[in-house]
């Protein structure tokens, strides 16, 4: 059994996602999906979810935790804000339907999931991999907390 940690980014108006495994203490970068920037935006989402479902085949997954964007309403809903919040909601759909622990956290709420600030747990997810890698790699960290916790309950 492990846990997954996704992370979701815009980057040149284009959705990237990164999942990273964690399993028996070691991590491992599982997915690096970007969107076709020239299929218009309800295929590039069904695509996202069709290309999640079979990671989700091939993996036994327990937990996800899908690395949400920290947003602060002063920023206003910015054309990249709304696409990232988009490719969350197809990867916290696609995860409901094949894991029974999921949640959705931003960096703040990974940090007291884990037990930890925010910045504690991104230093230590830079050590299991790359600095490229945080987000997912947090995530996972907090997804391996997520199963932990809801086994001893």
């Given amino acids: 059994m492990s846990a997954l940690g996704l992370s979701c980014n815009v980057k040149r108006g284009r959705i990237v996602v990164r999942g990273v495994l964690l399993q028996g203490g070691s991590a491992d970068l599982v997915f690096d999906h970007a969107v076709a920037g020239e299929e218009d935006l309800a295929l590039q989402l ?4 069709n290309a999640l479902t079979t990671l989700f085949k091939d993996l036994d997954v327990t937990s ?15 054309d990249y804000v709304v ?9 916290l759909a696609t995860a409901r339907a ?8 931003t960096g703040h709420a990974i940090g007291e999931k884990c037990g930890m600030k925010k910045d504690e747990v991104d230093e230590r997810a830079a050590v299991l991999l790359s600095e490229d890698l945080v987000e997912a790699t947090a995530a996972a960290l907090a997804a391996e907390q997520l199963r932990t916790n809801s086994s001893h309950s």
Avoid: N
């Fill in 98 to 105: 094949h894991a029974g622990l999921v949640a959705c956290l």
């Fill in 46 to 49: 069904r695509s996202l979810g």
């Fill in 83 to 91: 696409l990232r919040l988009r490719g969350e909601g197809v990867l």
């Fill in 64 to 78: 996800v935790v899908i690395r949400s964007a920290d947003y602060h309403r002063s920023t206003g809903l910015k």
